[in-house]
C-alpha cells in the first residue's frame, strides 16, 4: 500500500503524559498536514510542512503540540501533558505541491 | 477564504443516483471545488475536484453552472457501502480550505 500510513491507530493515554503520532506521507509528495477531527464535525488544520519546512500553523496549535518533519519524509506530532480536551482523531495527509490532499486512516486518541 | 453550505443529512435508496448540492456564494476566480467522502473511523477520502463545467470519474460526476457558486456532486446507482459523510470543500491551498460538518449521506435497502 503506497498511501499515507499513521501509526498508532489507536492510542489510550492518562492526562497529563505525553504522547507522539507518526506519519508517512506518499513518497513523492513534499507537502504533508495535520488536521484534528472531533465527533460530527469535518476535520480542523493544524500545521503543514513543504519538505522540512514548517509553513503554517493553526491557533488550535497550543504550546503543547509540536510537530517535526526532520527529513521531509515522516513526520511526528507531539502533544505535551494531555488533556481530556485534546481526545480526537488525528489525521495527517499529504499532497504534491498543492494538488488534492491525500489522507491516512487516523490516530484515535483517548485521554481518560 | 470561501465557505460552503450544504445539506445536513440525506436519505435514499440502493439504485438511486443521489445529487448532493454545495451552496458557495464567495467563490474566488482561481478556487477549485473539491469532493471527500469519509467513513466512520476513518479518514477522507478523495472523490473529485473541479473547476468549471463538469467533471466525471469512475466514481462521481461532479456539475457545476457558469456562475460557479454552487455544484452538484451526483453519484450514481449507490449502494449500502456509499452511507457516509460527503464534503464540500472550496479553495487553493489545502491549508486554507475550510471543512464544515459535511453531509451525511444513508443509503437504505
Known amino acids: 500500500d503506497t498511501g499515507v500510513s499513521q501509526d498508532p491507530r489507536h492510542k489510550i493515554t492518562k492526562r497529563g503524559q505525553n504522547v507522539t503520532f507518526r506519519c508517512d506521507p506518499i513518497s513523492e509528495h513534499n507537502r504533508l498536514y495535520w488536521y484534528r477531527q472531533t465527533l460530527g464535525q469535518g476535520p480542523e488544520f493544524l500545521t503543514y510542512?513543504?519538505?522540512?519546512?514548517?509553513?503554517?500553523k493553526s491557533r488550535l496549535l497550543s504550546d503543547r503540540f509540536s510537530a517535526e518533519r526532520p527529513k521531509g519524509s515522516f513526520s511526528t506530532l507531539e502533544i505535551q501533558r494531555t488533556e481530556q480536551g485534546d481526545s480526537a482523531m488525528y489525521l495527517c495527509?499529504?499532497?504534491?505541491?498543492?494538488?488534492?490532499?491525500?489522507f491516512g486512516q487516523g490516530t484515535r486518541l483517548t485521554v481518560v | 477564504l470561501a465557505k460552503t453550505t450544504q445539506p445536513i443529512s440525506m436519505d435514499s435508496y440502493e439504485g438511486q443516483e443521489v445529487n448532493i448540492t454545495c451552496s458557495h456564494n464567495n467563490i474566488a476566480t482561481n478556487d477549485y471545488i473539491t469532493w471527500y467522502q469519509q467513513f466512520p473511523s476513518q479518514g477522507p477520502r478523495f472523490i473529485i475536484q473541479?473547476?468549471?463545467?463538469?467533471v466525471t470519474n469512475e466514481v462521481a460526476s461532479l456539475f457545476i453552472p457558469a456562475d460557479r457558486k454552487s455544484s452538484t456532486l451526483s453519484l450514481p446507482r449507490v449502494s449500502l457501502s456509499d452511507t457516509a459523510v460527503y464534503y464540500c470543500?472550496?479553495?487553493?491551498?489545502?491549508?486554507?480550505?475550510?471543512w464544515g460538518a459535511g453531509t451525511k449521506l444513508i443509503i437504505k435497502p
Open positions: 495527509a499529504s499532497s504534491l505541491a498543492d494538488r488534492v490532499a491525500f
Open positions: 470543500l472550496v479553495g487553493v491551498s489545502n491549508y486554507q480550505l475550510i
Open positions: 510542512f513543504q519538505n522540512e519546512a514548517q509553513l503554517e
Open positions: 473541479g473547476y468549471k463545467t463538469k
